[in-house]
Nanobody, 121 residues
Framework: QVQLVESGGGLVQPGGSLRLSCAASGDIFSINVMGWYRQAPGFQRELVAAISSGGSTNYADSVKGRFTISRDNAKNTVYLQMNSLKPEDTSIYTC???????????????WGPGTQITVSS
């Protein structure tokens, strides 16, 4: 099995910063894309940012210039640095990882349980 565990969520004032971490562990041969998604009540889940194993990144337009995704391949960990946070960033943030398990040539997407980010004064 593969487990993803997020940390770093919480309450922050508008204009503040938070850093999320997500560590993947378990039966892992290789990880390709790792990403962060968010879903607020009444809204569809949206991709916030993604990063390939080679470091190529992709961001939602709403977070460009404010959020930075990075990863440590040796630790199977992805990070999301969030600056200049706005109330509309309030959501449950969930990490994902496209994982290839030992002995398999297929890729599977795994998800963390999610962490709440609330931006409010």
């Amino acid at each position: 099995q593969v487990q993803l565990v997020e940390s770093g969520g919480g309450l922050v004032q508008p204009g503040g910063s938070l850093r999320l971490s997500c560590a993947a562990s378990g039966d892992i041969f290789s990880i390709n894309v790792m990403g962060w998604y968010r879903q607020a009540p009444g809204f569809q889940r949206e991709l916030v940012a993604a990063i390939s194993s080679g470091g190529s990144t992709n961001y939602a337009d709403s977070v460009k210039g404010r959020f930075t995704i990075s990863r440590d391949n040796a630790k199977n960990t992805v990070y999301l640095q969030m600056n200049s946070l706005k109330p509309e960033d309030t959501s449950i943030y969930t990490c994902s990882a496209d994982v290839r398990r030992p002995g398999s040539n297929r890729w599977y997407k795994y998800w963390g349980p999610g962490t709440q980010i609330t931006v409010s004064s």
